[in-house]
């Protein structure tokens, strides 16, 4: 059974830098075809595709968000960690990460996501 | 950058089908993928690849795209189905993924 949990600070001041942790189970990020996503989800409003990271520590950001976030993981660990600097009130949001597969035609798309974690920035 | 473009909201009465639309220049080419989103609850997916079915998703939730429009039907629309509905897909580059801004879909 896979599963995911988001943890981190449930609040961050401005330009400061958020470090959140998603911790899995039931599957290796050293398998072939696997990765992580993390998404976010301001109140009210739509999901924003953030980014991955693949078995292979290959990473896809989202292009208006690239300057400000890293993916790491830590495979013993079941670890993926995404760090976003220079943290602004308009980055308040739930925070969520995904098991994420290949599909044909080389389609990564997330099928398993975890419970979110918000996070509200203020001073 | 890449859009998905969704319809804000669907109404239908409980036993109607309901058709959600997203519309995308790189569907033609790209797959489309569909979450439903409870209130107050993380996304599941409900359809990948245009019309696939994951186990565990009822048979009334259907799947298709055409040129540059993908539909998620649900034929026999129940109560339990409201909630937001986003299609998901990727530019034509792979660079980056997106979400559509999402359709309140409600039964009543």
């Known amino acids: 059974q896979i599963t995911l949990k988001e943890s981190g600070p449930a609040l961050v001041k401005p330009t400061e830098t958020l470090t959140l942790t998603c911790t899995f189970s039931g599957f290796s990020l050293n398998t072939d075809g696997l990765a992580v996503g993390w998404i976010r989800q301001p109140p009210g409003k739509a999901l924003e595709w953030l980014g991955l990271?693949?078995?292979?520590?290959?990473?896809h950001y989202s292009p208006s968000l690239k300057s400000r976030l890293t993916f790491t993981k830590n495979t013993s660990k079941n670890e993926v960690v995404l760090t976003m600097t220079n943290m602004d009130p308009v980055d308040t949001a739930t925070y969520y990460c995904a098991h994420s597969v290949r599909g044909d035609s080389h389609n990564w798309y997330f099928d398993l996501w975890g419970r979110g974690t918000l996070v509200t920035v203020s001073p | 950058s890449y859009e998905l473009t969704q319809p804000p909201s669907v109404s239908v009465s409980p036993g109607q089908t309901a058709r959600i639309t997203c519309s995308g220049d790189?569907?033609?080419?790209?797959?489309a993928f569909w979450y439903q989103q409870k209130s107050g609850q993380a996304p599941v997916l409900v359809m990948y690849?245009?019309?696939r079915r994951p186990s565990g998703i009822p048979e009334r939730f259907s799947g298709s795209s055409s040129g540059t429009m993908a539909t998620l039907t649900i034929s026999g629309a129940q109560v339990e189905d409201e909630g937001d509905y986003y299609c998901y897909s990727t530019d034509n580059n792979f660079s980056h993924s997106v979400f559509g801004g999402g359709t309140k879909l409600i039964v009543l």
């Open positions: 990271i693949y078995w292979d520590d290959d990473k």
């Open positions: 790189a569907l033609p080419k790209k797959y």
């Open positions: 690849e245009d019309n």
